[in-house]
């Protein structure tokens, strides 16, 4: 009976590979790098990915998520080096001043805050910000030239 409710927690995670597509960006950033990482939204890949880039050198982390079901999988993960938080999506996320080498957003896009608002809110907070799921049609858009992984 246990595996059983272990599974119906996950019922509305994505376990398909494709939802892995950004890791060859975030794993470059974060070699290039060697401050704090904030992930808005965690995920099946992207936290654990994450987490064991970090662990090496301790490496700050924060995760913050809002849905109970990738939240209670992300609270596996956490640390005195990797902080994970709930998240109420109404307030904004981290007010203040920190900066962070890598910003990697992943979280829901429905309102109130989408990723591309997100991305704005920490674009002079951030070395980087890495973006998954952008869009429906993302597959498709050109990178410009100079981009990381030419």
């Known amino acids: 009976m246990k595996n059983?409710?272990?599974?119906?927690?996950y019922q509305h995670t994505n376990f398909e590979m494709e939802t892995s597509t950004h890791f060859p960006m975030l794993i470059k950033t974060v070699q290039m790098t060697d401050g704090p990482i904030l992930e808005i939204g965690s995920g099946i890949f992207?936290?654990?990915l994450l987490h064991w880039l970090c662990h090496p050198t301790k490496r700050k982390l924060y995760?913050?998520?809002?849905?109970?079901?990738?939240l209670d999988f992300a609270k596996?993960?956490?640390?005195?080096?990797?902080?994970v938080v709930a998240h109420d999506p109404y307030l904004p996320i981290l007010p203040g001043e920190m900066k962070f080498s890598v910003v990697f957003i992943d979280h829901?896009?429905?309102?109130?805050?989408t990723r591309g608002d997100d991305a704005l809110a920490f674009k002079d907070r951030a070395d980087y910000i890495v973006l998954h799921d952008a869009g429906p049609d993302s597959e498709n858009i050109e990178r410009p030239?100079?981009?990381i992984l030419d």
């Open 145 to 147: 030239s100079g981009a």
């Open 63 to 70: 995760t913050i998520e809002h849905y109970d079901h990738y």
């Open 4 to 9: 059983k409710d272990n599974r119906a927690k």
């Open 108 to 113: 829901s896009p429905k309102k109130p805050r």
């Open 46 to 48: 992207s936290t654990p």
């Open 76 to 83: 596996r993960f956490q640390t005195d080096w990797h902080e």
